[in-house]
């Protein structure tokens, strides 16, 4: 059974750091596309970044780019979300999503597995 699981969320200041992690178990993390995402309280879930199986393609969502990075680290089958200059708007649940094979899309549907969240709460 495949289970993404998600770590790392808490409460920062505006304007500082905080790095959130996802752990895949159960399948080939190193054929797989990794996403995160975020959804605020009301609001649809959106797309923040994604990095390739390979880990050649990367995206970001206009609103992170300079200040999110994402990262893979395939012996721990770990991926990483760095965030810097955090501002109350990212304040989120932020989810990790795999895609076997996928090329890093923006696009929700495309990732089949889903870890259950972490809370990212950014104070002004």
Known sequence: ????????????????SL???CVVSGRTFSTSAMGWFRQAPGKERDFVAAISWYGGSIK????????????????????????????PEDT???????DQWGSGSDRIYEYETWGQGTQVTVSS
């Open 1 to 16: 059974q495949v289970q993404v699981e998600e770590s790392g969320g808490g409460l920062v200041q505006a304007g500082g």
């Open 19 to 21: 790095r959130v992690s």
């Open 60 to 87: 970001y969502a206009d609103s992170v780019k300079g200040r999110f990075t994402i990262s893979r680290d395939n012996p721990k089958n770990t991926v990483h979300l760095q965030m810097n200059s955090l501002k």
């Open 92 to 98: 989120a649940v932020y989810y990790c999503a795999a």
